[in-house]
């Protein structure tokens, strides 16, 4: 196994990791950086709990490379607010995270992060998508409390919101 120094920024911090290029990024994220955030649910993509953004795209954690994201940009469930703030000027969390609240769409949490990463994405780059357009996105990621309405409707509301920011 080659192992190398890998470049990648996480949340907005450059990283130089040595390592195998084969090591798990899930791995990397939640033992080496203690980023916990992303969960470990199945570790070979059935779940979606490990879902983060690479390159600002919803990507399996558990099922990406270290070497594959080596000068590229990794972002978590705890680098999100910070990416919206950045993009707003602002100092709040991201409209999803408050969504989820408001919709009691968490329960025991394990698939909030997964679900966080792909909604945001996807009111990020379809404003006022439809309720199959949402439930199409988060087809992949399972919630063992089975609270996919209230996950659903908290997306729903941002897509809507950010259709018509007035
Ligand atoms: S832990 Fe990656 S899909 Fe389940
Ligand atoms: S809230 Fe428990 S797994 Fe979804």
């Given amino acids: 196994m080659a192992e190398a120094l890998v ?7 450059r990283h130089a990791l040595w390592g195998e290029e084969t090591e798990v990024l899930l791995t990397v994220l939640r033992d080496r950086l203690g ?7 199945c570790e070979v993509g059935h779940c979606g709990a490990c879902a983060v953004w690479v390159d600002g795209l919803p990507q399996l954690a558990c099922l990406t490379l270290l070497g594959s994201v080596a000068d590229r940009t990794v972002t978590t469930v705890e680098g999100l607010a910070g990416w919206w703030r950045t993009l707003n000027g602002n100092d709040a969390y991201h409209p999803l995270q408050t969504a989820f ?4 769409a968490v329960q025991c949490g394990f698939c909030t992060p997964g679900m966080l990463m792909a909604g945001a994405a ?13 439930r199409e996105s988060l087809a992949g990621h399972l919630c063992r409390c089975t609270g996919y309405e209230q996950i659903v409707r908290a997306v729903l509301d941002v897509a809507a919101r950010e259709e018509d920011p007035a």
């Fill in 35 to 41: 980023l916990t955030g992303t969960k470990n649910g």
């Fill in 122 to 134: 996807l009111v990020r780059d379809r404003p006022g998508a439809t309720a199959e357009a949402v």
């Fill in 7 to 13: 470049s990648v920024t996480i949340n907005g911090r």
């Fill in 101 to 104: 609240v408001d919709n009691g």
